[in-house]
């Protein structure tokens, strides 16, 4: 892997990155959770961006500039439909989908949050290990991103994130001791 996995614990709004990522709708509505947090924070300019592009399918993303955040841009990873449920594949789509756009704006760091939980409804776990094994992939490609930074709101969500990624070492570790 070339580039490095972190996680933080903290407010995804506050991050000094080129992009981060909201766990968004597929009408691009900054309601609640990281979107409303994106909205009351970056001001009305990402709202009226995400209307001039929006709605898109479940599953994809879409870049808007980042307002008053501290971040250059906001990636909109539509991870369920407006008042639906977040799914593993739209969550794994959206996450694959942000992490690509990234890449192709070479950007260099990016920050996400825990996309499909909370209000998407996927269960912390599985919501983890989804966006850590995403993250590894691409990150063991070709891309432009050095970090990938997960700023997790609260403590059990951070623990979450936590035992997926050293569980994804762990298995790392082991196929290649198996190769020997």
């Given at each position: 892997m070339s580039g490095r996995i972190v996680l933080r614990e903290g407010d995804i709004t506050a991050e000094s990155v080129d992009a981060i990522v909201n766990a968004a709708n597929s009408h691009l509505q900054l309601g609640a959770g990281v979107a409303g947090a994106i909205r009351e924070r970056g001001g009305p300019t990402i709202q009226t961006e995400c209307d001039e592009i929006g709605p898109i399918e479940v599953g994809e993303?879409?870049?808007?500039?980042?307002?008053?955040?501290?971040?250059?841009?906001?990636?909109?990873?539509?991870?369920?439909?407006?008042?639906?449920?977040?799914?593993?594949?739209?969550?794994?789509?959206?996450?694959?989908?942000?992490?690509?756009?990234?890449?192709?704006?070479?950007?260099?760091?990016?920050?996400?949050?825990?996309?499909?939980?909370?209000?998407?409804?996927?269960?912390?776990?599985?919501?983890a290990e989804i966006l850590i094994a995403e993250a590894r992939e691409h990150l063991a490609g070709e891309t432009s991103l050095e970090e990938v930074r997960f700023v997790l709101f609260g403590e059990p969500m951070y623990r979450m994130f936590e035992m997926a990624h050293d569980a994804a070492k762990v298995a790392e570790q082991m196929a290649r001791l198996r190769k020997r």
């Open positions: 993303a879409a870049l808007t500039g980042a307002g008053d955040l501290p971040a250059r841009y906001v990636i909109h990873a539509a991870g369920m439909p407006p008042g639906g449920a977040a799914t593993e594949e739209s969550v794994r789509s959206s996450a694959r989908r942000s992490l690509a756009l990234a890449a192709e704006r070479g950007f260099h760091s990016l920050a996400m949050p825990a996309i499909g939980a909370g209000i998407g409804g996927l269960s912390p776990q599985r919501c």
